[in-house]
């Protein structure tokens, strides 16, 4: 019997390739390191590296390969970096939190690159299949990490509630691929859309419709959109803080870049059917995140409840993917919500002490005063968050609410607009207590170098990338034809 290997292009794949590979040498090599933090840059190494190998191709022809499952295109070249960057400070925050806990262990640098990778594959993914896997993959790695600090009961419960929350996820998203490929007969997400295109009958087949609906479900869990958001402000609340921060924003940002993929590329001929739900939840996902957050006093259930508000924000732009600027909007708005939330995350590492398991947000009363570097930072990362100008927050906000009004949604804007002033509370309840309440018993502050190199290039980017709002746009900008 001949055997035919078709030709595979691993350009395709190379930065989540590249960094699978690095990840597995940094196990080997870490057996034979005593210093952790070695291991730590050279996961940065590898982080560069991954990012700098898709360079070449920026600007280029989608390719596709692996029989047409993976490809590389500016959308997916945009999230790699996105997602480079995050790991990089994520990192950055890891090197003494780590050992400040007694969880200091190699293999936490080498979970951090595994999981990156397979996020990284979410957005080079061009199949269901390659979706949901990279998905799973995504998950192990976040399991591990969320019970890294064993045996911290707390951190077993978060990894634990994570697992089963992720399991109902795979459940759907798994039962939702099978119906699409049902009615379809494909999994091949440009395939969908061509079938779909010609027979106008199967858009309204009701097997395909609850098939996308599972599927719009199972992504709803990863990037914590209201009603499966759950298991969000426990998970967050119970992993160690790094993991936290890089939950919050890495995991969001693949979650969105395997969803924008499914609509983008499979189900634009279905968007009447799916618009108008989509549109609904946004709005529950925006209200119920912000009045949520007004009520918390632990800064990292606080930060939960924040981050599952954006995800209505973020929501905004996928319900209007038709409009011109919706996915540059959508990528400027990954980029600025990550960098914002990991320094807020980092703000809080510098502050908790080991074995610490609450952090109330009295507790940074009088801290603008005492540590000035600190305060002034978190004040430009709530500030942002709250959508004040010209940080990044603003013009984020202002881009998707805009291509959500010009796409015929003028009730969505107005009520992300409503959302943001009810979060505007919460966020100056922080700044408030930094610079007008004292605290007799001052919090103690564990700040290093790496942590404040990484703080400061956090804040250094927020306020830049809202003064070059235009440049950054122009950057992703060939996106909009990309993945189409």
């Known amino acids: 019997m001949n055997v035919t290997i078709p030709q595979i292009d691993w350009a395709t794949i190379g930065p989540p390739l590249l960094l699978v590979v690095w990840a597995t040498v940094l196990l080997l090599i870490d057996l034979f390191i005593a210093n952790k933090r070695t291991t730590a840059y050279l996961a940065l190494l590898g982080l560069a590296a991954s990012a700098a190998v898709a360079v070449p191709f920026w600007g280029a022809q989608p390719r596709l390969s692996f029989a047409g499952m993976a490809r590389i295109d500016d959308t997916a070249i945009v999230i790699d970096w996105i997602l480079a960057l995050i790991t990089a400070i994520t990192v950055l925050f890891s090197i003494d939190y780590l050992k400040r806990q007694s969880i200091e262990m190699g293999e936490y640098y080498s979970l951090l690159l595994f999981t990156t990778a397979g996020m990284m594959m979410m957005a080079h993914g061009s199949n269901l299949i390659v979706l949901f896997l990279s998905l799973e993959w995504v998950s192990i790695g976040l399991y591990v990490l969320a019970g890294f600090a064993y045996p911290r009961i707390r951190s077993e419960e978060a990894a634990m509630k994570y697992l089963l929350y992720g399991a109902f996820a795979a459940g759907f998203l798994i039962y ?86 499914v609509v983008q590329i499979a189900l634009p001929g279905l968007i009447e059917t799916w618009q108008l739900p989509l549109a609904l939840l946004a709005a529950l996902t925006m209200v119920i995140g912000n009045v949520a957050a007004v009520v918390q006093n632990n800064i990292k ?46 703000v809080v590492i510098a502050l908790e002490q080991a074995g610490e398991e609450r952090f109330d947000i009295a507790d940074l009363a009088g801290m603008g005063w005492r540590q000035p570097l600190l305060g002034m930072a978190m004040a430009i990362f709530m500030l942002s968050l709250a959508g004040v100008p010209p940080l990044a927050g603003f013009f984020a906000k202002w881009l998707v609410f805009q291509v959500a009004y010009q796409a015929g949604y003028w009730w969505l804007a107005l009520i992300g607009l409503l959302s943001s002033v009810i979060s505007a509370f919460y966020y100056l309840r922080i700044i408030v207590n930094m610079y007008m309440r004292e605290r007799t018993e001052p919090v103690r502050s564990f700040t290093t170098s ?35």
């Open 176 to 261: 939702g691929i099978a119906l699409v490929y049902g009615t379809t007969g494909s999994t091949d997400l440009t395939t969908i859309a061509t079938i779909l295109e010609d027979n106008a009958a199967l858009r309204t087949s009701p097997v395909l419709l609850i098939g996308v609906g599972l599927l719009i479900i199972g992504f709803g869990y990863k990037i914590s959109m209201v009603p499966f958001h759950m298991w969000t402000p426990d998970v967050y609340e119970g992993s160690p803080t790094p993991v936290s921060a890089y939950m919050s924003t890495a995991t969001k940002a693949a979650g969105f870049a395997a969803l924008l993929r």
């Open 301 to 346: 259930r606080m930060l939960a409840y924040s981050a599952i508000a954006h995800a209505g924000f973020i929501l905004c732009a996928l319900v209007a993917i038709r409009q011109a600027g919706a996915v540059e909007s959508f990528l400027y708005y990954i980029l600025a919500y990550s960098l914002t939330n990991l320094g807020a995350f980092a």
């Open 450 to 484: 790496p942590m404040l190199i990484g703080v400061g290039f956090a804040a250094l980017l927020v306020v830049l990338q809202g003064f070059l709002t235009s440049p950054v746009l122009d950057l992703v900008g060939q996106t909009l034809t990309a993945g189409r």
